[in-house]
């Protein structure tokens, strides 16, 4: 069968107009089907409920419970920075986005110890939380709210508006204007101190050590990376600042790591609580002399923070978009801060 198949393809490649026109209707059709399948719940009716709100409306079927929701989170405190706000959550009953790669529980712990966790890093955190699965009560929040987020949300749309380059030039103004962009609760700030004082840490660093078991696998901490820390660490006299390990996801530090850093003489702890708490991770970053990390994932926090950062950078499809977004911030809002940028791809 699969010869066939293959048979078939190479023969349609030689009538060149014949395959043009089966891949463009190849890819129209899938769009189509995309389209029915994410829209289906249209035709089921439910009960409604009004509203009257300021609302930012994470639609799961567009947005990745990840840390690209992250984003659009600090996006949207910002935009409603001097006003209350609420959180609708619409968690379709058929359609969940990347839901073949993010199963049922990998997405539930996102929700949880991802998203709802970096509510407590926002400066002006929603006033209440609501999880619907019903789009018509969605349509009347929308008809009926007084300011919504993102502005160009439509429910038959697909404008996921959580990437680097979907921020725009009112999001870079409302940044300038309101700071601080990120924090957290003096409850966390002590325990953290507390941390700090019972093991004697003064000066130090952050590594996030990436560990992933699905997607993006390649994206994970090996030892070319800890070759380019290692250098960046000599290069900048941080040898006498001990390093605090944050495990990034479920896996715990590669022994392989752990080895390259005993080897290398230099003193670390490994700061479980930052795996597990946003708060405590991004209080981690804020206090360090240099945060040491790769693409994506956790780092979105160091993009709103004025701490210095060294960067290393596996994602060709973000990169020139990131450079730019961090130029932009080192620019016009944290005009200090150092922020070393490394291409590795």
Same mark, same amino acid.
């Given at each position: 069968?699969?010869?066939? @198949?293959?048979?078939?393809?190479?023969?349609?490649?030689?009538?060149?107009?014949?395959?043009? %026109? #089966?891949?463009?209707?190849?890819?129209?059709?899938?769009?189509?089907?995309?389209?029915? *399948?994410?829209?289906?719940?249209?035709?089921?009716?439910?009960?409604?409920?009004?509203?009257?709100?300021? /609302?930012?409306? #994470?639609? %799961?079927?567009? !947005?990745?419970?990840?840390?690209?929701? !992250? #984003?659009?989170?600090?996006?949207?405190?910002?935009?409603?920075?001097?006003?209350?706000?609420?959180?609708?959550?619409?968690?379709?009953?058929?359609?969940?986005?990347?839901?073949?790669? /993010?199963?049922?529980?990998?997405?539930?712990?996102?929700?949880?110890?991802?998203?709802?966790?970096?509510?407590?890093?926002?400066?002006?955190?929603?006033?209440?939380?609501?999880?619907?699965?019903?789009?018509?009560?969605?349509?009347?929040?929308?008809?009926?709210?007084?300011? *919504?987020?993102?502005?160009?949300?439509?429910?038959?749309?697909?404008?996921?508006?959580?990437?680097?380059?979907?921020?725009?030039?009112?999001?870079?103004?409302?940044?300038?204007?309101?700071?601080?962009?990120?924090? %957290?609760?003096?409850?966390?700030?002590?325990?953290?101190?507390?941390?700090?004082?019972?093991?004697?840490?003064?000066?130090?660093?952050?590594?996030?050590?990436?560990?992933?078991?699905?997607?993006?696998?390649?994206?994970?901490?090996?030892?070319?990376?800890?070759?380019?820390?290692?250098?960046?660490?000599?290069?900048?006299?941080?040898?006498?600042?001990?390093?605090? *390990?944050?495990?990034?996801?479920? @896996?715990?530090?590669? !022994?392989?790591?752990?080895?390259?850093?005993?080897?290398?003489?230099?003193?670390?702890?490994?700061?479980?609580?930052?795996?597990?708490?946003?708060?405590?991770?991004?209080?981690?970053?804020?206090?360090?002399?240099?945060?040491?990390?790769?693409?994506?994932?956790?780092?979105?926090?160091?993009?709103?923070? &004025?701490?210095?950062?060294?960067?290393?950078?596996?994602?060709?499809?973000?990169?020139?978009?990131?450079?730019?977004?961090?130029?932009?911030?080192? &620019?016009? *809002?944290?005009?200090?801060?150092?922020?070393?940028?490394?291409?590795?791809?």
């Amino acid at each position: 069968m699969k010869n066939l @198949q293959k048979n078939l393809i190479i023969h349609l490649k030689k009538i060149k107009i014949l395959y043009i %026109t #089966l891949t463009f209707l190849k890819k129209k059709i899938y769009q189509s089907y995309n389209f029915i *399948i994410r829209n289906r719940s249209l035709i089921i009716k439910n009960k409604s409920t009004k509203y009257n709100d300021n /609302v930012f409306v #994470l639609d %799961t079927r567009i !947005v990745s419970l990840l840390f690209d929701s !992250v #984003l659009l989170l600090i996006r949207s405190c910002n935009f409603f920075y001097n006003d209350e706000w609420i959180i609708i959550i619409y968690e379709d009953k058929f359609f969940r986005y990347n839901e073949k790669h /993010v199963n049922k529980e990998i997405y539930k712990n996102n929700l949880i110890n991802i998203f709802l966790q970096s509510i407590l890093i926002l400066p002006n955190p929603p006033r209440s939380i609501k999880f619907i699965d019903n789009r018509e009560e969605l349509f009347q929040i929308i008809k009926n709210s007084n300011k *919504i987020f993102p502005e160009n949300y439509n429910f038959l749309g697909n404008n996921k508006s959580y990437l680097i380059d979907d921020f725009n030039e009112k999001d870079f103004k409302n940044f300038e204007t309101n700071q601080p962009i990120i924090k %957290t609760a003096e409850f966390y700030s002590k325990i953290f101190e507390n941390y700090l004082k019972f093991r004697n840490i003064k000066n130090y660093i952050t590594l996030t050590i990436r560990n992933k078991s699905w997607a993006r696998t390649e994206w994970n901490t090996d030892l070319n990376d800890m070759d380019l820390y290692l250098n960046f660490i000599k290069k900048n006299k941080l040898n006498n600042h001990q390093i605090l *390990i944050l495990p990034d996801t479920e @896996q715990d530090v590669p !022994v392989e790591i752990i080895n390259f850093i005993k080897d290398n003489n230099l003193k670390y702890n490994i700061f479980y609580s930052g795996s597990f708490s946003i708060p405590m991770r991004f209080l981690a970053y804020s206090k360090a002399s240099y945060n040491l990390m790769s693409s994506n994932g956790p780092c979105t926090l160091l993009l709103f923070m &004025k701490n210095n950062s060294f960067l290393i950078c596996k994602d060709p499809a973000q990169g020139s978009n990131l450079q730019e977004f961090i130029n932009k911030f080192n &620019k016009d *809002i944290f005009k200090n801060r150092k922020f070393v940028f490394h291409k590795k791809y």
